[in-house]
């Protein structure tokens, strides 16, 4: 229940924070990381089904049309998903001070600011698609396969940009099932519609994009309904609350770091296949399949480090150093652990994973050579997800964003040195260095920036 859960709670006599004491669980840290990894995994679900709506029509221009338009969309919105981390950042600080207003405030802001950039990118939508198309350059099918996709499922910017907001608020306040339920409705009508529209109606792959489109816009609406109407009405800002200056700047200050990371992170994986295609199309291809080692870890790294965002978040709000350190600690040790097992798996298994993976020989011989580094992506990799929680939790987001531009150029210089040198081995190198360096780096400077935040202060 949102209504009476937590009230706005004043400094104290010498106007220092309060402190807000609660305890950080192994049970609290899973009831987070777990719905929330299994609302990451319905996401590859649908485009796998949207690609096999596709497929299915037997025409391979729209396979590629679906192809590129994914890879346009995924930009812009990867891009925008700076929505969802600063809204739990912020959430979940007001909500560990008692804030219940300025929870309602943050939520209002994220969804306007969403609302806003989903109706300029609908309005752009054309260059949007024109400098994609151009960018990728397909062939004339699978361009007018892609326009017709692009154009179809822009129109679910606003909505989905909404939800971002609606799922970061959420998240904020540790409502980690809410948010798989949430994910769950819009994926599933979704995957649905696809294959109703695109199959039973014979729509295509204007079928598929439709049903983007209202998974979306439905989600949005019964989202919205769910957290509005669970509001305190006690505790409801008035519009100069929500539109105070110095919270519009700090929210759009945060919002510019975490979309800065992102183009570096985006930026980095782009660099990585554009490179691995200059040693030809079988390297290529078999560094797409070990690519899918560390998305594999990617998807429960991710929902450790949603806990990592809420908890630290809620402690730095709470003022109550003793939980930060803990869920620090307690997201770590379990995102350690699986990374380890995950790296054991595919070390020992990782050539069977390869063989069903792919049926091309050529491509299963080049993999085999580069396994060992494609399985240590999640053990060193763990470091910079749960760091990345953390320091969005936290709303450290400068650090985060001038480690992640330190870590592209590390990546950027050792690329240029190693594969000269030793190839596709040098690539690989590279990037164990760029997940490496971002979590060290943000590690070193954790317990400087917490001592500077929190504040001996008076219990509750």
Known sequence: MLQQENQSIEPSADNKPVQRPFAVSNRLVLSIAVPMTLAYLTTPLLGLV????????????????????????????????FLRASTTGLVSQAFGR??????????????IIGVACGMAILLLSPLIAWIGIWAMAPDAAVREATQTYVSIRMVSAPAGLAN???????LGRGQAVSGLLLQSLINGINIALSIYLGLHLQWGIAGVAWATVTGEAIGAVVGFAYVYFRFDRQSRPDWRRIF?????????????????RSLALLIAFALFVRQGAQFGAVTLAANAVLLNFFMVAGYYLDGFATAAEQLAGRAVGANYRP?????????LIWGTGLAALTTLFFLVFGAAVIDFLTTSEEVRTVARDYILWAALTALVGVLAFEMDGVFIGATWSRDMRNMMVLSLVLFVLLVVTLVPLIGNH??????????????????????????????????V
Do not use: K
């Open 50 to 81: 949207d690609m096999a709506v596709v497929g299915r029509l037997g025409d391979p221009a729209l396979i590629g049309g679906l192809a590129v338009g994914a890879v346009i969309f995924d930009l812009v919105f990867t891009t925008f998903n």
């Open 426 to 459: 040098g690539l690989w190198l590279a990037l164990l260095a760029f997940l490496g360096v971002r979590g060290f780096s943000l590690y070193a400077m954790l317990g400087t920036r917490a001592d500077s935040v929190f504040s001996p202060a008076p219990h």
């Open 244 to 260: 105070d200056r110095l919270a519009m700047i700090r929210l759009m200050s945060l919002n510019r770091d975490i979309m800065i």
């Open 323 to 331: 939980a930060f350190d803990r869920a620090v600690r307690l997201t």
């Open 164 to 170: 971002y907001a609606i799922l970061g608020f959420l």
């Open 98 to 111: 008692g804030d219940a207003r300025e929870e309602q405030a943050v939520f209002w802001r994220s969804v």
